[in-house]
């Protein structure tokens, strides 16, 4: 990642750019990329990774004559200069060069289309940043104290709570968590996170406590305070041995349909030299919650007719997500139509979704 950085960018650079634009750069922005003219467009990318079963994110920073190629004028983004680009899902990450649209000037956001309205320029936002210095130094601060995990040396944009943690005699579980913008939406309400949980055995335990895991039991809980739980045999498919010294990692899923919600729960181990003594571990809770968001300015224009008919749309929505989660109380773990998507990181190969 540090080879891809290009190098500062000068000062006709800038403002050429300014002038294809139409629009004035911030300054916090032109002082960084006269350092660095953003990365070369390559896997993985300096802003950070993700990766899932089925979906892979790495986002690059984009030099400025890229950007100025991205820059927007449409309804619903007009103004909005890309900073970011992910080459598999074509994510970005935009800053407002100027105040338009209900958008605060300079601040930093994920797009959201809302997939509800008829207007193609109702673009919802989730925000990241107030201005490009408070963005940047944020991430690079989650990046350089540890917060964000290095794995197979890409960045993955993972929040871990110290307190997060919880060990149950040898046993330790944390817990780390991430909201997938790009999977999420505000209308309808559906917000997509991943989490990555670690159980390690402390290295001073005695051989004989060596265990395998047999099953799992969640208890998840919505911002409205809605519960479902849900219990299955191991996880991500595999049933792990934990033994002192040893760590085991996965990821999964889960999506709400409120902003916010939490979860715990806990495993069940048996003893491999005493078979018939199981015992359980606890999962410490989680909470999750989705950045701050800005509905688009052309939803909030609508008539009341169009409104209500939307509100009414979103409604239904929501009871058919509840609809789905009790009729899945007596289906097995597989016949689940939604909820929990496990995948182990240690034998996830990133190449294979390129």
Not at 126 to 131: E, M, S, V
Not at 246 to 256: D, I, M, N, P, Q
Request: proline content about 5%; charged content about 25%.
């Amino acid at each position: 990642m540090v080879l891809s950085l290009k190098e500062g960018a000068r000062e006709e650079d800038l403002d050429a750019v300014e002038a294809q634009i139409g629009c004035k750069l911030p300054d916090d922005y032109r002082c960084s990329y006269r350092i660095h003219n953003g990365q070369k467009l390559v896997v993985p990318g300096l802003l950070g990774s993700m990766a899932l079963s089925n979906h892979y994110r790495s986002e690059d920073l984009l030099d400025v004559d890229t950007a100025a190629g991205g820059f927007q004028q449409r309804q619903g983004l007009k103004y909005c200069l890309p900073l970011t680009f992910c080459i598999h899902t074509g994510l970005s990450q935009y800053i407002a060069v100027e105040a338009a649209e209900g958008r605060n000037k300079n601040e930093v956001f994920y797009q959201c289309p809302d997939q509800m309205a008829r207007n193609p320029a109702a673009i919802d936002m989730f925000i990241i940043g107030a201005t490009f210095t408070d963005w940047f130094t944020s991430y690079v601060n989650s990046v350089v104290s540890g917060g964000f995990p290095i794995i197979r040396d890409q960045i993955f944009r993972y929040v871990h709570d110290p307190e997060c943690v919880a060990t149950t005699g040898d046993i330790t579980v944390s817990v780390s968590t991430s909201f997938l913008p790009e999977l999420s939406s505000v209308h309808p309400p559906h917000y997509f996170f991943t989490y990555r949980i670690r159980i390690e055995m402390s290295k001073d335990a005695l051989p004989e406590k060596a265990c395998q895991l047999d099953s799992r039991y969640w208890r998840i809980t919505n911002a409205k305070g809605d519960v479902e739980e849900v219990q299955g045999p191991g996880v991500v498919g595999e049933f792990p041995i934990i033994s002192p010294g040893r760590v085991y990692e996965y990821t999964s899923c889960t999506t709400f349909s409120t902003t916010s919600g939490y979860m715990e729960g806990y495993y069940t181990f048996h003893f491999l030299y005493f078979k018939d003594k199981i015992f359980n571990v606890a999962i410490p809770r989680f909470h999750m919650a989705c950045p701050t968001f800005r509905v688009s300015i052309a939803r909030l224009e609508l008539g009341p007719d169009e409104y209500e008919e939307m509100e009414d749309a979103e409604e239904e929505e929501d009871d058919d997500d509840s609809a789905d989660m009790e009729e899945s109380e007596e289906e097995d773990e597989e016949a689940r139509p939604r909820r929990l998507f496990d995948v182990p990181i240690r034998r996830r190969r990133y190449s294979r979704l390129f």
